[in-house]
Every structure is written in C-alpha cells, then in structure tokens.
C-alpha cells in the first residue's frame, strides 16, 4: 500500500526559506511531484521529478524552488527560497505509476499526501 507523508511546513517571513519532506512508502514508480492548493484557489504544480532525475518546474516558483529526491531514503524533498506571500498554501505530495510526469497533469497522479501548510507572511 502506497503512502506520502509530508512534513517540514510552517510560517516564515517573506524572503525566508522552508525544507518540505515526503516520506513515501509502498512506492517505486517513475514520477512524484509537489502541488499546492491556497484558500479560494485550485491545486496547481509546484515541482515534478522523473525517475532519471528530469524536473518540471512552476513558472511562478523557478528559480527559487528545488525538488529533489533521497531513493535511498525513499524521501522526496522541495527546498523553497526567497518565500513570498503568495506561496501560501498547503504543499502535497504525489506519486505517479505512469512512465514519466509530463508535466503537472493531476490526473497522471494515483496517490496523494495529506498535506502540508506553509504560511508566508509580508
């Protein structure tokens, strides 16, 4: 059974940086990203990363963002700096069974984590 698990969310100034963490059980697919989701708004990508380590990122977050992943910790990371107000929102991660991400396609993703918030204050 596949499980996500994230952790690392928090409230940070502007210009501050968060680690987020996904620990990922029962999986070994070919692609995981991150999403987020802020109040009022729809689930958008973040960050997506293929099995030969290729990433896709957000135009709103290039540049300041960075997914990476641990295989032999089964961890899947989003190191975010330079936080702005308009990055609040909570962070999810998900895992794909497909071949490759092919970009932020939420239908491509079987499994989701319950989130994690991050709150960026001006």
């Known amino acids: 059974q596949v499980q996500l698990v994230e952790s690392g969310g928090g409230s940070v100034q502007s210009g501050g940086s968060l680690r987020l963490s996904c620990a990922v059980f029962?999986?070994?697919?070919?692609?995981m990203g991150w999403f987020r989701q802020a109040p009022g708004k729809e689930r958008e990508g973040v960050a997506v990363i293929d099995e030969d380590g290729s990433t896709t990122y957000a135009d709103s977050v290039k540049g300041r963002v960075t997914i990476s992943q641990d295989n032999a910790e089964n961890t899947l990371y989003l190191q975010m700096n330079s936080l702005k107000p308009e990055d609040t929102a909570m962070y999810y991660c998900?895992?794909?069974?497909?071949?490759?991400?092919?970009?932020?396609?939420?239908?491509?993703?079987?499994?989701w984590g319950q989130g994690t918030q991050v709150t960026v204050s001006s």
């Open positions: 029962g999986y070994s697919g070919h692609c």
């Open positions: 998900a895992a794909s069974f497909y071949w490759a991400c092919l970009g932020f396609d939420m239908g491509r993703y079987n499994y």
